[in-house]
């Protein structure tokens, strides 16, 4: 069974930055896609990037095309997302998983973003 732990969190005014990482244990996830999700309050967990096993052809949801990047090190079992130009609503939990969910969800990471 595989293990998350997301990191990296906090709170930034509008415009900020930051960097999610994702570590895995319990086994290599070099051969799945993997995705960053996020959950705000009230609404469904949905899905905000996904990678594919080597680093190639990243997706992004349309609402954080051109400000955000998944990418991973497989030698570290750990997929990282690189925020910028941060906006209020980007404000929710961040998890990463297997890009169809198929582990136990992590804690996440709460990410706030004040205008």
């Known amino acids: 069974q595989v293990q998350l732990v997301e990191s990296g969190g906090g709170l930034v005014q509008a415009g900020g930055s930051l960097r999610l990482s994702c570590v895995a244990s319990g086994r290599t996830i070099s051969s799945y896609f993997m995705g960053w999700f996020r959950q705000a309050p009230g609404k469904e967990r949905e899905l905000v990037a996904s990678i594919s096993w080597s680093g190639a052809s990243p997706h992004y949801a349309d609402f954080v095309r051109g400000r955000f990047t998944i990418s991973r090190d497989n030698d570290k079992n750990t997929v990282y997302l690189q925020m910028n130009s941060l906006k209020p609503e980007d404000t929710a939990v961040y998890y990463c998983?297997?890009?169809?969910?198929?582990?136990?969800w992590g804690q996440g990471t709460q990410v706030t973003v004040s205008s």
């Open positions: 998983n297997d890009r169809s969910s198929r582990w136990p």
